[in-house]
């Protein structure tokens, strides 16, 4: 069975840094592509960073790059999004999403629980 | 990028009412659009990919159509649990993008 299961959000003054974890589980995770999409309260889902299951490109939405980076440790079966320089519109809650094939590009057909990010001072 | 519209923003309706939710692509998309459920704090689900694959476990209540431009979501009889917000998604190219949104309420 497949299992996301996010971590590493918190409250963080605006211009700190924060990284989130996505610890996968159930499916081949090496070979996947894996993707970060966030919504802040009240609103739509916004995606964040993306990366191949083969070794690809990161990809990073206007919004954020620069100043996110998602990363992956295949050993571990583990996503990462480094945060740095955040800023209030960055609050959110932060979903890690797996990609329904073995392609860069395709449908999210699982989703982790989520893990709120809140910037304020 | 991609602007993805949808229409309507939200919508009323009663328990077997047939709900029909429409989505826009900015650009011509293939097919590869998907559709998604979400409900109150809760993760979204996967309904509909490649524009009018069913995701296995989904109920067959749920169908979409639609090629290049234009996407439709379709309920053939809703049901109480189906109240949500629903999304689509191009899967075209990077920055993916979503709608944005739809409200089905009672």
């Known amino acids: 069975e497949v299992h996301l299961s996010e971590s590493g959000g918190g409250l963080v003054q605006p211009g700190g840094s924060l990284t989130l974890s996505c610890a996968a589980s159930g499916f081949t995770f090496s070979t996947y592509a894996m993707n970060w999409v966030r919504q802040a309260p009240g609103k739509g889902l916004e995606w964040v960073s993306g990366?191949?299951?083969?070794?690809?490109?990161?990809l990073h939405a206007d919004s954020v790059r620069g100043r996110f980076t998602i990363s992956r440790d295949n050993s571990k079966n583990t996503l990462y999004l480094q945060m740095n320089n955040l800023r209030s519109d960055d609050t959110a809650v932060y979903f890690c999403?797996?990609?329904?094939?073995?392609?860069?590009?395709?449908?999210?057909?699982?989703w982790g629980q989520g893990t709120m990010v809140t910037v304020s001072s | 990028a991609i602007q993805m519209t949808q229409s309507p923003s939200s919508l009323s309706a009663s328990v077997g009412d047939r709900v029909t939710i429409s989505c826009r692509a900015s650009q011509g998309i293939g097919n590869d659009l998907s559709w998604y459920q979400q409900k109150p704090g809760k993760a979204p689900k996967l309904l509909i990919y490649?524009?009018?694959s069913l995701q296995s476990g989904v109920p067959s209540r749920f169908s979409g159509s639609g090629s290049g431009t234009d996407f439709t979501l379709t309920i053939s009889s809703l049901q109480p649990e189906d109240f949500a917000t629903y999304y689509c998604?191009?899967?075209?190219?990077?920055?993916?993008?979503f709608g944005q949104g739809t409200k089905v309420e009672i």
């Open positions: 490649a524009a009018s």
């Open positions: 998604l191009q899967d075209y190219n990077y920055p993916r993008t």
């Open positions: 990366f191949s299951g083969s070794g690809g490109p990161s």
């Open positions: 999403a797996k990609g329904k094939s073995q392609v860069i590009l395709d449908a999210f057909d699982f």
